[in-house]
């Protein structure tokens, strides 16, 4: 057979694998254009997830476009063999290749997604009932969506806010140390540091710290409050995580929280 009749082939081929490489592409660069500055989140996120469920979204395509691409290899190979083509499997892997490129793109977007069990908040606090106070980060969230309110959010209350802490992340509550104040203190802001965490105010005679961390992929900014105070027993830490953008953190503080309260 001459390759003029296999030539069709080779472009199914091809432009499978250009498919993956596409949307490869495409996922990378909404972060990377979040970190060089090209734009903000929001862009980077509607190139993930679109608006609505409009446009050629990765998570929209990445999951189609692979059963596509995985049909596309089992057409080459049969239709190859049926030609009497030799280079059916060579061409069916590229078609492979780009299903296999196309399902990672889709897996990307499609791990920032909340599962069923992830509440629809983002403020997390060791203490629902007297949730500590940020004071020197407040001028640094004027311009944030999300305020510092405790339960200050659309449709929402502190009871309301608390009682889905409470069902979700039932393990995040005040931390007590059989240690002194001053030593808690000092232990607590050096955790924060360690952690990577931009240390906004540390004050002493308040026992207060106050913090942002700054997620890896799409740079979104979260504030945290450290809150210590003497007890009976010794001392007792309160933290508290709240982002600044996004109805739903994805679980984040309260996974910041967990990783904070345990390197104490």
């Not at 906004?200 to 961390?213: L, N």
């Amino acid at each position: 057979m001459t390759s003029g009749n296999t030539r069709w082939l080779s472009w199914i081929a091809y432009l499978s694998l250009a498919e993956g490489f596409v949307l490869v592409a495409l996922t990378a660069a909404a972060p990377l254009g979040i970190w060089l500055g090209l734009w903000e989140y929001d862009t980077g996120l509607q190139m993930l997830f679109g608006l609505g469920d409009e446009g050629p979204f990765v998570r929209s395509w990445g999951r189609w476009v692979a059963v596509e691409l995985l049909l596309a290899a089992i057409a080459i190979i049969v239709l190859a063999r049926v030609l009497g083509a030799t280079n059916g499997p060579k061409l069916a892997s590229l078609a492979l290749v780009g299903m296999a490129l196309s399902a990672a793109a889709y897996y990307v977007p499609a791990a920032y997604v909340p599962g069923p069990e992830i509440p629809l908040i983002h403020d997390i606090s060791t203490d629902t009932e007297n949730p500590p106070e940020f004071v020197d980060i407040r001028p640094l969230r004027a311009d944030a969506p999300n305020t510092t309110v405790y339960g200050g959010g659309e449709n929402q209350t502190p009871a309301s806010l608390a009682a889905q802490q409470r069902e979700a992340y039932p393990d995040i509550v005040p931390l007590t140390l059989d240690r002194s104040p001053e030593e808690v203190f000092a232990n607590a802001l050096a955790a924060a540091e360690s952690l990577g965490w931009d240390i906004v105010a540390a004050v002493p005679e308040q026992g207060r710290i106050e913090a942002t961390d700054t997620t890896f992929w799409f740079r979104f900014k979260d504030d945290i409050v450290i809150r210590i105070r003497p007890a009976p027993t010794g001392t007792v830490l309160d933290a508290r995580s709240v982002s600044r953008v996004g109805l739903s953190d994805g679980g984040k503080n309260a996974a910041r929280l967990r990783e904070y309260l345990a390197a104490l």
